[in-house]
């Protein structure tokens, strides 16, 4: 059995309510060896937190980053604190500001939009990005939220997936990978978490189903 270990604490620079009427706040816990909690401050922001966790090549992810000093437009010194880093193979640091579409596309946010990222790149990020609820794909989404309801391992499941995919010579699609593993206990979850961690791959952009289409993984792909 697997123990995961106790999360380390959320890192934002200001104080996130764990509950407030109307609003739908919270937090998560991402990481498997190494878990730690993230908060958000809408259902946006757990989407896109979720999401960006599930990417690949994903390293970190920190929210409510320290504000940043820049100048604004009409030439007063304002402050903002990013509502994440991403942080993915190779150090590229992601700054994103989490915000719906309505309000992303004013004019005004945009130019303070513009002032920040000249503030923060390239000392605390190396690009600024605005993400809407348009950047989060439904089908990406079911999938992330599967990867993590799915990211405990199950050692001896997993190496049975594995094995079943490293006999692949042609693509499956899950309910038939399910079949062959039946009698050894294999899951929606396990195929699910092979697929995350690279042994399977998706072949069409679907959700995680019964119907969807899989193949072994080329490791070389990956490297």
Request: a positive charge.
């Amino acid at each position: 059995m697997f123990h995961l270990p106790d999360p380390a604490g959320s890192r934002a620079a200001r104080a996130i309510p764990k509950s407030s009427q109307g609003h739908f706040v919270g937090e998560f816990v991402f990481g498997v060896e190494h878990p730690r909690r993230v908060r958000f401050e809408s259902l946006l922001e757990f989407k896109v937190a979720l999401c960006t966790v599930y990417r690949p090549r994903f390293v970190d992810l920190e929210e409510q980053i320290a504000p940043i000093s820049f100048r604004r437009p009409d030439g007063d010194i304002g402050y903002h604190y990013l509502d994440y880093r991403a942080t993915f193979e190779g150090g590229i640091r992601l700054g994103m500001v989490v915000k719906p579409s309505h309000r992303a596309e004013q004019p005004a946010f945009v130019a303070n939009v513009r002032a920040i990222a000249a503030a923060a790149v390239p000392d605390v990020v190396d690009r600024l990005t605005v993400v809407t609820e348009r950047h989060i794909h439904p089908v990406e989404f079911w999938n992330a939220q599967l990867f993590h309801a799915a990211r405990r391992p199950v050692q001896e499941e997993d190496r049975i997936i594995d094995r079943l995919a490293s006999r692949l010579r042609a693509p499956v699609v899950i309910e038939d990978l399910m079949t062959q593993g039946r009698h050894d206990g294999v899951t929606l979850f396990g195929i699910a978490r092979t697929i995350q961690r690279g042994g399977l791959k998706l072949l069409r952009k679907e959700r995680i189903e019964l119907h969807a289409l899989v193949a072994a993984n080329d490791p070389r792909a990956a490297a």
